[in-house]
């Protein structure tokens, strides 16, 4: 009896096996399409799951300026931790830029600086235009890149009626004072990545700067376009030879009137010999993952000051490091060793002559 009820079972089974496949077969065109788009809503579902963890994960979270104060409140208090440091915070362009009268004013210029910018991690492009004037030798200096945690440039002017130094084994050059108050030149630029405008920068200046935290750039990615607006067709003439003479090309530079134009782009001046191939890589690896960390510690904030306080509380080194914005005081530890055998800028008089 048993055997007679596992054989019908048996049978049965084959049967309804039988049935189904027969039933596919019949319906196979249907059944596909239908299977296709079960496949895509379920598909779609999981997408639109893994979209709002996503979104939740990365919301924005509120400012924490009710707590701490207001935004002109919060600026005050960071432009007075970056005084000692010579640079000040501009909100609207989300920038730090360098002011008129700070420490580096008194240091002036010389090619050792930019000889210790590499290994200090600012990987950046040097570009100096060297002419005389009115009885002085002028220095004009772009500069763009990464300065450790920031990408930024500079564009400085200088002088200098004195002799070159000669100090054997140390340097061998023109050491330039920064221009006096008198002096300054009305200047701007223009400051770009890939062709997209980061931020601008104008006025009367030694010493016009921009730098934007937490952003990584190789040199080659930054240009800048540059207006100086100098004092005479004479100074002009002198300055205009000067970028010749080191390869710019008209498409590169304009006049007009008293101002010219430049387009730096790819240096054409040497550059530092201590910016090598492996100082480079290096040094941009370490800038990069600097920026990274800021980024992680400062993920869901929009606002830099929103950032700053949050890092200020939960990494003071990292805040302590953002303040050293731009060439830091290592830049200029040359001066220390040189600055007995240079002439003093108050015995050089200014353009009009008067001491």
């Avoid at 700070?102 to 235009?129: F, H, N």
């Avoid at 090598?276 to 830099?304: D, V, W």
């Avoid at 060793?337 to 002559?353: A, C, L, Q, V, Y």
Wanted: charged share 25%.
């Amino acid at each position: 009896m048993l055997l007679i009820l596992q054989i019908k079972y048996l049978y049965m089974g084959l049967s309804a096996g039988a049935s189904a496949l027969a039933f596919l077969s019949q319906y196979k065109l249907l059944l596909l399409p239908v299977g296709l788009i079960l496949l895509f809503l379920v598909s779609l579902l999981y997408r639109k799951s893994k979209k709002k963890k996503r979104k939740k994960a990365q919301r924005v979270i509120p400012p924490v300026s009710k707590i701490i104060g207001t935004d002109g409140e919060r600026i005050d208090a960071l432009n007075k931790d970056l005084e000692p440091f010579g640079f000040r915070y501009e909100p609207y362009q989300d920038i730090f830029y360098s002011g008129m009268n700070t420490w580096q004013r008194d240091y002036g210029y010389c090619r050792l600086y930019d000889e210790a910018a590499a290994p200090l991690s600012m990987i950046i492009d040097c570009e100096p235009i060297r002419f005389e004037y009115a009885g002085k030798r002028w220095m004009i200096e772009f500069w763009k890149g990464q300065y450790g945690m920031t990408t930024g440039g500079e564009v400085g002017i200088y002088y200098t009626t004195g002799p070159d130094l000669n100090i054997p084994g140390i340097f061998n050059g023109t050491f330039y004072h920064c221009v006096k108050d008198e002096d300054r030149v009305n200047m701007a630029f223009a400051f770009r990545k890939n062709g997209n405008l980061m931020f601008t920068r104008h006025g009367y200046h030694w010493w016009l700067t921009g730098f934007k935290l937490g952003e990584f750039s190789d040199p080659e990615d930054l240009t800048m376009d540059i207006m100086l607006e100098l004092y005479d067709k004479t100074m002009v003439k002198a300055f205009v030879d000067a970028l010749k003479k080191v390869g710019y090309k008209e498409s590169e530079y304009a006049v007009h009137g008293n101002r010219v134009y430049v387009h730096f782009g790819k240096p054409h001046t040497s550059q530092p010999v201590t910016r090598t191939a492996f100082t480079e890589y290096i040094m941009q690896r370490n800038n990069e993952s600097f920026c990274r960390a800021y980024a992680r510690l400062t993920e869901g904030y929009t606002n830099t000051l929103d950032r700053l306080d949050i890092v200020q509380e939960k990494s003071p080194s990292m805040y302590n490091q953002i303040l050293r914005v731009g060439k830091p005081k290592g830049v200029f530890e040359a001066f220390d060793t040189i600055k007995n055998f240079i002439k003093e800028p108050s015995k050089e008089p200014s353009i009009d002559g008067k001491e």
